[in-house]
């Protein structure tokens, strides 16, 4: 396993599982109205039917290329496209003005502390 993937269910904060758990029962929903069976939509992903019931299931530990390829499948992966775009990032949005009006450069990548609290 990869240095500081998370392992499992019990070692991710609650609010990632929480949403996970969202993302998978979204997804499994998708699947569902398309009336798609877990066979056909695991073989155009590329993946096994036991790493897509893991993504359905929520699963943390299941990559997020899993999850980009199943919603590739199902026609969904442009929704994906917003996350972490800046203009769905207020604080991102206040950190590049007031970078901007000190006339500084924004870093490549944050030096704000990470929170590991959980």
């Known amino acids: ?12 904060p609650a609010r ?3 949403v996970a758990a ?3 029962r979204n997804i499994a929903l998708a699947r569902k109205r398309r ?4 066979v056909d939509v695991a073989q155009k992903a590329g993946i096994t039917i ?7 299931a929520g699963n943390v530990g299941t990559s997020i290329g899993a999850y980009i390829a199943v ?9 994906l496209l917003p996350v972490a775009a800046l ?3 207020p604080e991102g949005q206040i950190r590049e003005r007031a970078a901007l ?3 500084v450069a924004q870093p490549r990548i944050s030096r704000t502390p990470l929170n590991d609290d959980f």
């Open 22 to 24: 969202a993302v998978g």
């Open 87 to 89: 203009e769905f990032d």
């Open 101 to 103: 009006r000190r006339g």
């Open 35 to 38: 009336r798609l069976r877990l």
């Open 71 to 79: 919603l590739w499948a199902l026609g969904l992966e442009d929704g």
């Open 50 to 56: 036991p790493t897509l019931r893991a993504v359905e």
């Open 1 to 12: 396993m990869a240095s500081g993937s998370v392992r499992n269910q019990n070692s991710a």
């Open 16 to 18: 990632v599982v929480e």
